[in-house]
Each structure stands twice: as structure tokens, then as C-alpha cells.
């Protein structure tokens, strides 16, 4: 297994060295419409982020206000830890007819792909973890870009953003589907929750937009 010592950058795989370098400058004066984004979405084998292991990452990004569909990622991973009571949920069979790749090969692909786009994803505090995680058994550090969180996103067209103790109600990105009417014919898979995340970005923001308090500086501390 690939281990860095994390006290000494130059111990650090070529990959990560180019990501840290990424971040020296910040976005504060960039507009909405100049920001690459990137929607990800993983599937687990169970929610423990110390136990459980990514099964697959699903990628997609946005740019110009649109999605760009020739611009994604999806993954699958080896699965040295298998839990059959998920495969239900997400699918995927230890032994299934998928390209499968190390943890290690997984990060690097994650990694070089996101650069440093503002990511999204729904409950993103998990999906968050669980790439912090694999990242740390590697003796890296954590994931440097801004996060956006569409439920907390989505909870702000319904409760004004400006009202304080407004509702701490979890919106799931099914009933985002509802409301914003998106298919979700491709729910429970990666690459689908992650483009439904995109275009659930996409329609949020539009409500957002409209109300013209809403600043970039509001949209990224709505975490």
C-alpha cells in the first residue's frame, strides 16, 4: 500500500502536490457563471466512514450555467470490504461486470478530474467523509474545495436564508426530485444521483438568483 508521510509535501505523490498547489489563490471575486462546479456522488458499502468503503464515484460538471455532459467521471473500485444487505440499494455485486480499480488509482482519477471546482453534492458532510477517509488511509490529507450542499440549498428556497432558526428539516434528494420535477430514473447509482444533483444545483440556483439578495458570498456559507 502507498503511504506519505503527511509532515513533508515533498514526500507527496505528484497528484497530491499539484492539488495543494491549486489552492493558493481563492475565488472571492469570480462570478457565478465563471466557476467550474462539479456534482459527485458516491455508493458505499454502509454508512460508518471508518469501516465502510467507497464502492464507486459518480462525476459531473457545470459550467456556464449548464451541465456538461462531456465532461464526467465514473469509477468503480475494487471491493476489499463487501456488505450484501447494500447491494439492494446501489447495485453493485462484489463480482459484477464492472472496470474495477485500486482505492489509490481511485483518488488520483477523483483528484486530477475535480482540480478546483466548487463540489456539490446532497448531504454532502457524507459523501465528503468518505473521500476524507480513503484519502487519510493513504496518508494524504482531505478534500481543500468548497462544498456546497444542495439539501441546505434547496431547504433556503423554502426558508428564507435571512430568518434566523429557520427550519432544520433534511430535504432527501428524492423529494428535491419531486418538487423540482427531475426524473429519477437513474436514482441509487453514482453517475445518476450525481447528474440529478447537477440539475437539481441548476434549478435552485435559479430560484435563488431571482430573489437579488442572494449573492455568491450567500451561496458559498450555505453549508
Given at each position: 500500500m502507498?503511504?506519505?508521510?503527511r509532515k513533508?509535501?515533498?514526500?507527496y ?5 499539484h492539488y495543494?498547489?491549486?489552492f493558493?489563490?481563492?475565488?472571492n471575486?469570480v462570478?457565478?457563471?465563471d466557476?467550474?462546479f462539479?456534482?459527485?456522488d458516491t455508493?458505499?458499502t454502509?454508512f460508518d466512514?471508518?469501516t465502510d468503503r467507497?464502492?464507486s464515484i ?12 462531456s ?9 476489499n470490504v463487501f ?5 439492494a440499494?446501489?447495485?453493485?455485486r462484489?463480482?459484477?461486470n464492472y472496470?474495477?480499480?485500486?482505492e489509490?488509482d481511485?483518488?488520483?482519477l ?6 478546483d471546482a466548487i ?11 468518505m473521500?476524507?477517509r480513503?484519502?487519510?488511509?493513504r496518508?494524504?490529507?482531505?478534500l481543500?474545495n468548497?462544498i ?10 423554502k426558508?428564507?436564508?435571512?430568518l434566523?432558526g429557520?427550519?432544520?428539516r433534511?430535504y ?13 430514473s437513474?436514482?441509487h447509482t ?9 440539475l437539481?444545483f441548476l ?10 439578495r442572494v ?8 453549508k
Amino acid at each position: 500500500m502507498q503511504f506519505w508521510s503527511r509532515k513533508n509535501i515533498k514526500d507527496y505523490p505528484e497528484f497530491w502536490k499539484h492539488y495543494l498547489k491549486l489552492f493558493d489563490a481563492g475565488k472571492n471575486n469570480v462570478s457565478l457563471d465563471d466557476i467550474r462546479f462539479v456534482a459527485f456522488d458516491t455508493e458505499t458499502t454502509g454508512f460508518d466512514y471508518d469501516t465502510d468503503r467507497v464502492l464507486s464515484i459518480g462525476a459531473v460538471a457545470i459550467s456556464n450555467n449548464a451541465i456538461d455532459v462531456s465532461d464526467q467521471l465514473e469509477i468503480y473500485l475494487d471491493q476489499n470490504v463487501f456488505n450484501e444487505a447494500t447491494v439492494a440499494i446501489h447495485g453493485i455485486r462484489k463480482h459484477g461486470n464492472y472496470d474495477k480499480i485500486s482505492e489509490f488509482d481511485a483518488l488520483q482519477l477523483f483528484i486530477d478530474y475535480i482540480g478546483d471546482a466548487i463540489l456539490i453534492a446532497h448531504h454532502a458532510e457524507f459523501d465528503r467523509k468518505m473521500i476524507d477517509r480513503a484519502l487519510q488511509r493513504r496518508g494524504l490529507g482531505t478534500l481543500k474545495n468548497k462544498i456546497l450542499d444542495t439539501g441546505v440549498l434547496f431547504k433556503n428556497t423554502k426558508h428564507s436564508v435571512y430568518l434566523s432558526g429557520y427550519s432544520n428539516r433534511h430535504y432527501s434528494l428524492d423529494e428535491l426530485c419531486n418538487d423540482l420535477k427531475i426524473s429519477k430514473s437513474d436514482r441509487h447509482t453514482a453517475s445518476g444521483d450525481a447528474y440529478i444533483t447537477a440539475l437539481a444545483f441548476l434549478k435552485i440556483l435559479s430560484r435563488l438568483k431571482k430573489d437579488k439578495r442572494v449573492t455568491i458570498k450567500d451561496v458559498f456559507r450555505l453549508k
